[in-house]
T-cell receptor
Framework: EAGVVQSPRYKIIEKKQPVAFWCNPI?????LYWYRQNLGQGPELLIR????????DSQLPKDRFSAERLKGVDSTLKIQPAELGDSAVYLC??????????????FGPGTRLLVL | AQTVTQSQPEMSVQEAETVTLSCTYD???????LFWYKQPPSRQMILVIR??????QNATENRFSVNFQKAAKSFSLKISDSQLGDAAMYFC?????????????FGKGTHLIIQP
C-alpha cells in the first residue's frame, strides 16, 4: 500500500515569491493534516481537513497561507508571498478519520522549504 | 491548550543497552492519547507506540515500552537492546480524546544517538 506522498521534497525560493506544496494521502483516509516543523522543533499543526472541509485552521497564518482539498483527496498548501521565517519542513499526514484509540496518523516525507 | 515537554535534547546509549526518554505533558482533560514517534534523517515520522490514558496498563511493542504515570503527567519511553537503526529523533505527542481525529501536539524531540 502506498504511503502519504508529498512533492516536491525540496524547494528553494527567494522571499516574496509564491510556493506550493502537494500532498496525496493514503487511499481511503478521510482526514488530512498539514504540519510545519521548524528546525530543532516538533511539528505544529497548521490545518486539518475532514474530507473537503477544513475543521481546524486556527494555527494557519491566513494572511499569506492558504490550503485546499478539492474532492476530499489530495491537498495543496500555498504560501504567498513567502518570508524568511517560513523556512521549515512542511509535513502532510493522513488518517482514517474515525477517531478512537486506533486512529493513527501516517506521515509523508515532508517538503523542506528554504526561503532566501 | 495542551503542552508537551521533552527535557532531554540529546541522549546517547551503547548498542544493546537500554535507554529511557522522558516526556511530561500538561492538560486539563481526563482522557486522551499519548504517542511516541520516531523521525529518522529521512524525515518520515513513524509511530513507535501509543497509550490510551484510560488504560492503566503500560503499552509495549517488542523492544519499546512506556512508563505512563497519569497523576504525574509523565510518559517515558524505554528502548531495550538498542540497535543502530534506533538512532533518530524521538517525539512525544498528545491527542485529545474528543470526537473526530484531532491533530497532535508534539514536544521538541530528543535526539537519540546509538554508539556501536
Amino acid at each position: 500500500e502506498a504511503g502519504v506522498v508529498q512533492s516536491p521534497r525540496y524547494k528553494i525560493i527567494e522571499k516574496k515569491q509564491p510556493v506550493a506544496f502537494w500532498c496525496n494521502p493514503i487511499s481511503g483516509h478521510n482526514t488530512l493534516y498539514w504540519y510545519r516543523q521548524n528546525l530543532g522543533q516538533g511539528p505544529e499543526l497548521l490545518i486539518r481537513y475532514e474530507n473537503e472541509e477544513a475543521v481546524d485552521d486556527s494555527q494557519l497564518p491566513k494572511d499569506r497561507f492558504s490550503a485546499e482539498r478539492l474532492k476530499g483527496v489530495d491537498s495543496t498548501l500555498k504560501i504567498q508571498p513567502a518570508e524568511l521565517g517560513d523556512s521549515a519542513v512542511y509535513l502532510c499526514a493522513s488518517s482514517l478519520g474515525a477517531g478512537g484509540p486506533s486512529e493513527t496518523q501516517y506521515f509523508g516525507p515532508g517538503t523542506r522549504l528554504l526561503v532566501l | 491548550a495542551q503542552t508537551v515537554t521533552q527535557s532531554q535534547p540529546e541522549m546517547s546509549v551503547q548498542e544493546a543497552e537500554t535507554v529511557t526518554l522522558s516526556c511530561t505533558y500538561d492538560t486539563s482533560e481526563s482522557d486522551y492519547y499519548l504517542f511516541w514517534y520516531k523521525q529518522p534523517p529521512s524525515r518520515q515520522m513513524i509511530l513507535v507506540i501509543r497509550q490510551e490514558a484510560y488504560k492503566q496498563q503500560n503499552a509495549t511493542e517488542n523492544r519499546f515500552s512506556v512508563n505512563f504515570q497519569k497523576a504525574a503527567k509523565s510518559f517515558s519511553l524505554k528502548i531495550s537492546d538498542s540497535q543502530l537503526g534506533d538512532a533518530a529523533m524521538y517525539f512525544c505527542a498528545y491527542r485529545s480524546l474528543g470526537g473526530g481525529a484531532d491533530g497532535l501536539t508534539f514536544g521538541k524531540g530528543t535526539h537519540l544517538i546509538i554508539q556501536p
